[in-house]
Nanobody, 124 residues
Framework: QVQLVESGGGLVQAGGSLRLSCAASGRTFSRSYMGWFRQAPGKEREFVAVISWNGGFTLYSDSVKGRFTISKDNAKNTVYLHMHSLKPEDTGVYYC?????????????????WGQGTQVTVSS
């Protein structure tokens, strides 16, 4: 059983930065992917970014491209989301998710494991 725990959320002013962490425990696979989703109040949960376990593949949503960077530290079983130039529109609960198969990275239903989320609030 894979468990994911997010941390690093908080309150930041527009233009600021935050780094989110997702610590994974349990068995992982060479074909696994780790992604970030977010959900604002009253809105659908949306894809943010994903990275392959070997680090050879990353994908970002258009809304965060150029501002967010997904990275990983396999030795620590941790995936990071570095967020820069934050906007109020980035506010929401950010979830870490694990995916055991390739493809369909934008669809949350394709992810097998989910953390409980961490709140990010960007003030104007």
């Amino acid at each position: 059983q894979v468990q994911l725990v997010e941390s690093g959320g908080g309150l930041v002013q527009a233009g600021g930065s935050l780094r989110l962490s997702c610590a994974a425990s349990g068995r992982t696979f060479s074909r696994s992917y780790m992604g970030w989703f977010r959900q604002a109040p009253g809105k659908e949960r949306e894809f943010v970014a994903v990275i392959s376990w070997n680090g050879g593949f990353t994908l970002y949503s258009d809304s965060v491209k150029g501002r967010f960077t997904i990275s990983k530290d396999n030795a620590k079983n941790t995936v990071y989301l570095h967020m820069h130039s934050l906007k109020p529109e980035d506010t929401g609960v950010y979830y870490c998710a694990g995916k055991s198969s390739s493809g369909e990275y934008y669809q949350q239903r394709e992810y097998d494991y989910w953390g409980q989320g961490t709140q990010v609030t960007v003030s104007s």
